[in-house]
């Protein structure tokens, strides 16, 4: 294959950016307190590990510092995306990979054995490190800071208004299923939908999320929702999402995962390599863990500049 051949192949297979300009400042950070947003099309289902250590909660994690330092070759992200976890389809894979859900299933099994007390004491943990999260990547209208930064081909920077990607966790989800149901409309509908408000706060242990639909005075003392239908200028902005899959499906590979594991959760999976154990990663009944500040922080934590689907290199 000559040279230009290998160009034009490198060149087909590289996401395309459907003619739209770069942008920077699309992944939506919540703030303390109310959050008020628009929620914009189909959510998208991701199942999530934080690999990180999270000085606040004085826990290591399961990988080393190391793993996450920008000159390391082999950087990984904090927050990852499970390997057993397919988002195209938003399901489960047959074939497992991920070292993360390996050791969770390990340390589930170990504990069903009989433990000594040190031993209890740290499968617990293991366990509760490598427990995955659910979380759903929404397109949104952020209300208070609405702006994207776009990027022309000269590199010069404008604020224009645009859709910003939001991570809803399980705790502000159920709120929100609750604001479908009691509504009895689609709320993200273009024209009938409504302003929700995600409060962030903090429980006194950990950050905890709420919703609820905005309520609005119609001026004769009437209270209602607050529809938000599209105007003009939005309709042109939803005609063109976020392709979610794309931006927040990127994979990492499974031996970078164990390669920055620490010691002694490598050697586990050494001496474990062929055991079979029960897959209860996903079909676990225990009540999944809200994400916390430190890997709400760690999510997206690039700088995001994108070309229609392409994530800057």
């Known amino acids: 294959m000559g040279v230009l051949d290998k160009v034009r192949k490198f060149k087909s297979s590289r996401p395309k950016n459907d003619n739209r300009p770069k942008t920077r400042g699309i992944f939506h950070d919540w703030q303390d307190g109310p959050n008020e947003i628009r929620l914009v099309g189909e959510f998208v289902e991701v199942k999530t590990h934080f690999i990180a250590p999270a000085p606040k909660r004085k826990e290591r994690g399961l990988c080393q510092e190391s793993a996450?330092?920008?000159?390391?070759?082999?950087?990984?992200?904090?927050?990852?995306?499970?390997?057993?976890?397919?988002?195209?389809s938003e399901q489960v894979k047959e074939k497992k990979t991920c070292p993360v859900c390996k050791l969770f299933r390990l340390a589930d099994q170990a504990?069903?054995?009989?433990?000594?007390?040190?031993?209890?004491?740290?499968?617990?943990?293991?366990?509760?490190?490598?427990?995955?999260?659910?979380?759903?990547k929404?397109?949104?209208?952020?209300?208070?800071?609405?702006?994207?930064?776009v990027i022309d081909e000269s590199g010069s920077e404008t604020q224009q208004k645009g859709l910003k990607i939001a991570t809803i966790?399980?705790?502000?989800?159920?709120?929100?299923?609750?604001?479908?149901?009691q509504c009895g409309i689609d709320i993200t509908d273009p024209d009938k939908g409504v302003d929700i408000k995600v409060v962030k706060g903090h429980n006194g242990t950990r950050v905890a999320y709420s919703a609820q639909a905005i309520l609005e005075n119609d001026g004769e003392g009437n209270i209602g929702l607050r529809v938000t239908p599209f105007d003009k200028e939005e309709?042109?902005?939803?005609?063109?999402?976020?392709?979610?899959?794309?931006?927040?499906?990127?994979?990492?590979?499974?031996?970078?995962?164990?390669?920055?594991?620490?010691?002694?959760?490598?050697?586990?999976?050494?001496?474990?390599?062929?055991?079979?154990?029960?897959?209860?990663?996903?079909s676990s009944a225990e009540k999944?863990?809200?994400?916390?500040?430190?890997?709400a922080s760690a999510d997206d934590d690039e700088d995001d500049v994108l070309g229609g689907t392409e994530k800057k290199k």
Request: glycine residues 6%; contains cysteine; negative net charge.
């Open 235 to 282: 309709k042109e902005i939803v005609a063109q999402p976020h392709d979610l899959k794309s931006i927040c499906g990127k994979q990492t590979n499974a031996d970078d995962i164990r390669d920055g594991l620490h010691g002694n959760y490598a050697d586990l999976l050494e001496v474990n390599e062929e055991d079979e154990t029960p897959d209860t990663t996903y």
């Open 169 to 181: 966790g399980m705790e502000a989800w159920d709120d929100i299923e609750g604001i479908f149901e």
């Open 138 to 149: 929404w397109n949104i209208f952020d209300r208070e800071k609405p702006n994207v930064t």
């Open 288 to 295: 999944e863990e809200e994400t916390e500040e430190e890997e």
């Open 68 to 88: 996450f330092d920008k000159d390391n070759p082999k950087k990984i992200a904090k927050v990852i995306n499970c390997p057993d976890w397919d988002i195209a």
């Open 111 to 136: 504990l069903k054995e009989g433990p000594d007390e040190e031993e209890k004491k740290f499968f617990e943990g293991l366990k509760s490190l490598a427990r995955y999260r659910t979380n759903l």
